[in-house]
């Protein structure tokens, strides 16, 4: 029950960015809001493969994928907190 409930969470992760992704031909911002997804994604990926008895090294891969995501939007929120500062 809860491998399908993951699951659901999976699948709506990826459709909002794809979502995000059909935006961007508005050009809407994309950015941090994309790298804040991504990380998501990357910690249910390692839950899922955890509650299908993946090896460590496939849960350890998942969660690195998040680490580095999660840096990816600490930068960009960083960026535009410095950007935000300089215009007031």
Known sequence: MLALLVNGAIVITLAEIGWLMW???????KGPLLANLLAGLGLLAALRLS????????????????????????RARRKATARNATDG
Do not use: E, F, I, S
């Open 23 to 29: 935006l961007a031909k508005h050009r809407l911002p």
């Open 51 to 74: 509650l299908a008895d993946a090896g460590l090294a496939w849960v350890a891969l998942a969660l690195a994928a998040a680490g580095v995501a999660h840096l990816l939007d600490l």
